[in-house]
């Protein structure tokens, strides 16, 4: 099965930047339709982005659009998250997600609910403080 495993989560101050990456092992990603999710303390798990398997399509939540860019390698088997231009609200964990992609589709934003996904990485810790 796809395993995923976050990394480059920190602390880093209001206006900085971060990168995360999601390394995929298990089964070659290129099938995979990769999301990232992020879940502050109280609040429910939501979707940020979502790359479709070949990273053609992209899409993003109306909080990102403009300071967030996901992208992938299939050739690393690596997805990446660039967040710029960060906030104290983006403070959170963060989570990549996969899920095989069916031909023709393409999950969107408002379509990317947590469920839709089946493979899971342990989540980045990202926070945005002074």
């Known amino acids: 099965q796809l395993q995923l495993v976050e990394s480059g989560g920190g602390l880093v101050q209001p206006g900085g930047s971060l990168r995360l990456s999601c390394a995929a092992s298990g089964y070659t990603c290129d099938y995979y339709a990769i999301g990232w999710f992020r879940q502050a303390p109280g609040k429910e798990r939501e979707g940020v982005s979502c790359?479709?398997?070949?990273?053609?399509?992209?899409d993003y939540a109306s909080s990102v659009k403009g300071r967030f860019t996901s992208s992938r390698d299939n050739a690393k088997n690596m997805v990446y998250l660039q967040m710029n231009s960060l906030k104290p609200e983006d403070t959170a964990v963060y989570y990549c997600?996969?899920?095989?992609?069916?031909?023709?589709?393409?999950?969107?934003?408002?379509?990317?609910?947590?469920?839709?996904?089946?493979?899971w990485g342990q989540g980045t810790q990202v926070t945005v403080s002074s």
């Open positions: 997600a996969g899920v095989y992609e069916l031909p023709g589709e393409f999950i969107t934003i408002a379509t990317m609910t947590p469920t839709r996904y089946d493979y």
């Open positions: 790359l479709s398997s070949s990273g053609g399509s992209t």
